[in-house]
Nanobody, 124 residues
């Protein structure tokens, strides 16, 4: 069983940056692709990014391309989301997830384990 805990959320002004972390416990972190999703109040969950098990393939949602960067450290069992040039529309709860589709996937239903999420609020 993989357990995921996100951290690093908070309040930031538009144009600012935040780095989210997702620490995992349990066995086999390096065998999972990892993803980040977000959900704003009244909106559907949105794919943000995914990273393959070995940090190779990375995919981004159109709304974050060029501003967000995903990375992972398999020695630390942690995945990161660097968010730059933040906009008010980036405000949401951000959750990390683990998938056995080792190349990564944008589909939430293909993730097996989820964290509780961390709130990111961007003020204008």
């Amino acid at each position: 069983q993989v357990q995921l805990v996100e951290s690093g959320g908070g309040l930031v002004q538009a144009g600012g940056s935040l780095r989210l972390s997702c620490a995992t416990s349990g066995r086999g972190f390096s065998r999972y692709a990892m993803g980040w999703f977000r959900q704003a109040p009244g909106k559907e969950r949105e794919f943000v990014t995914s990273i393959a098990w070995n940090g190779g393939d990375r995919y981004y949602g159109d709304s974050v391309k060029g501003r967000f960067t995903v990375s992972r450290d398999n020695a630390k069992n942690t995945v990161y989301l660097q968010m730059n040039s933040l906009k008010p529309e980036d405000t949401a709860v951000y959750s990390c997830a683990a998938s056995t589709i080792i190349g990564g996937t944008q589909f939430a239903e293909e993730y097996d384990h989820w964290g509780q999420g961390t709130q990111v609020t961007v003020s204008s």
